[in-house]
């Protein structure tokens, strides 16, 4: 059995309800409870550490609040904290996403970034820098939150969290939520974490060894390889196996 083979197994032994549950966790577990993706993003940004955490914390905020004043909103979120994040981090994501929300949406901003050339990674940008446009707000918590701005591939951060968001917001399966339309999942990006480079490595579907937008990039055009219509459709598989030290 080759690669592509075991690994056409694994999404289809993945792709089914009750793969993401109490008993097996993923931020996704929180955002298909709302089945909004606004709060999806949330989810996805504060996507990083032990996943017990991560969804003890997610299940903490009232996203009730992103329909508030900035008062309430301030007032709700002054005792909260994740990680890197202080509880100013937190309140001002949740202003910057309110504003968005009244003058557009996510998949619009997402759009205008992505429409030229259909690239994912100007989608993001352009997201990110409207958020910080509507909220301005500096501290390293706030910029490791939604990341950095930059024409590099190599050296730079993978956008993970992101990229992740996409997948949700693109595809659709018993995993992924896809709520948005006109943008062509071919067009995205494998949400690239740990688990997912080292197992990658030790298949042989990735040769660069720095863990980089650019690795991400380029494991996406070797599961092209397998389905160039749908390559993230081996992302969560992938996850998996990392997850679960099968390789």
Same mark, same amino acid.
């Given at each position: 059995m080759?690669?592509?083979?075991?690994?056409?197994?694994?999404?289809l032994?993945?792709n089914k309800?009750?793969?993401?549950s109490?008993e097996k966790?993923? %931020?996704?577990?929180i955002?298909?409870k709302y089945?909004d /993706?606004?709060?999806a993003?949330?989810c996805a $940004?504060?996507s990083?550490?032990?996943?017990?955490?991560?969804v003890?914390?997610?299940e903490s905020l009232?996203? /009730?609040l992103l329909?508030?004043?900035d008062?309430?909103?301030?007032?709700?979120?002054?005792?909260?904290y994740?990680r890197?994040q202080k509880?100013e981090?937190?309140?001002?994501?949740?202003?910057? $996403?309110?504003? $968005?929300?009244i003058q557009s949406?996510l998949q619009e /901003?997402f759009?205008?970034?992505?429409?030229e050339?259909?690239s994912p990674?100007?989608?993001i940008?352009?997201i990110?820098r409207e958020?910080n446009?509507?909220?301005p707000h500096?501290?390293k918590?706030?910029?490791?939150?939604?990341?950095?701005?930059?024409?590099?591939?190599?050296?730079?951060?993978?956008l993970?969290r992101w990229?992740m968001?996409?997948?949700?917001?693109?595809?659709?399966?018993?995993?992924?939520?896809?709520?948005?339309?006109?943008?062509?999942?071919?067009d995205l990006?494998?949400?690239l974490d740990?688990?997912t480079f080292?197992? /990658?490595l030790r298949l042989?579907?990735?040769?660069?060894k720095?863990y980089?937008?650019q690795?991400?990039i380029e494991l996406t055009?070797?599961? !092209?390889g397998?389905?160039? !219509?749908? %390559?993230? !459709?081996?992302? =969560?598989?992938l996850y998996r196996?990392?997850?679960e030290?099968? =390789?």
């Amino acid at each position: 059995m080759d690669i592509q083979e075991r690994l056409d197994i694994e999404v289809l032994k993945r792709n089914k309800i009750g793969e993401v549950s109490r008993e097996k966790l993923d %931020p996704i577990f929180i955002a298909k409870k709302y089945n909004d /993706s606004t709060i999806a993003l949330i989810c996805a $940004l504060f996507s990083y550490g032990n996943v017990k955490q991560i969804v003890k914390f997610l299940e903490s905020l009232d996203f /009730s609040l992103l329909q508030k004043s900035d008062e309430e909103i301030n007032d709700a979120l002054k005792m909260h904290y994740y990680r890197f994040q202080k509880s100013e981090d937190i309140i001002a994501l949740f202003i910057a $996403l309110k504003r $968005l929300n009244i003058q557009s949406s996510l998949q619009e /901003s997402f759009k205008k970034g992505y429409k030229e050339k259909k690239s994912p990674v100007d989608g993001i940008h352009n997201i990110i820098r409207e958020l910080n446009m509507l909220n301005p707000h500096k501290t390293k918590g706030y910029t490791f939150l939604l990341g950095s701005i930059t024409t590099k591939t190599k050296g730079v951060g993978a956008l993970k969290r992101w990229m992740m968001y996409l997948r949700w917001m693109v595809r659709y399966d018993n995993i992924d939520m896809g709520l948005w339309s006109g943008v062509d999942k071919a067009d995205l990006i494998m949400p690239l974490d740990t688990h997912t480079f080292n197992v /990658s490595l030790r298949l042989g579907l990735l040769k660069r060894k720095t863990y980089d937008l650019q690795a991400a990039i380029e494991l996406t055009e070797t599961l !092209k390889g397998f389905d160039k !219509k749908d %390559p993230l !459709k081996y992302d =969560f598989a992938l996850y998996r196996l990392g997850q679960e030290n099968i =390789f």
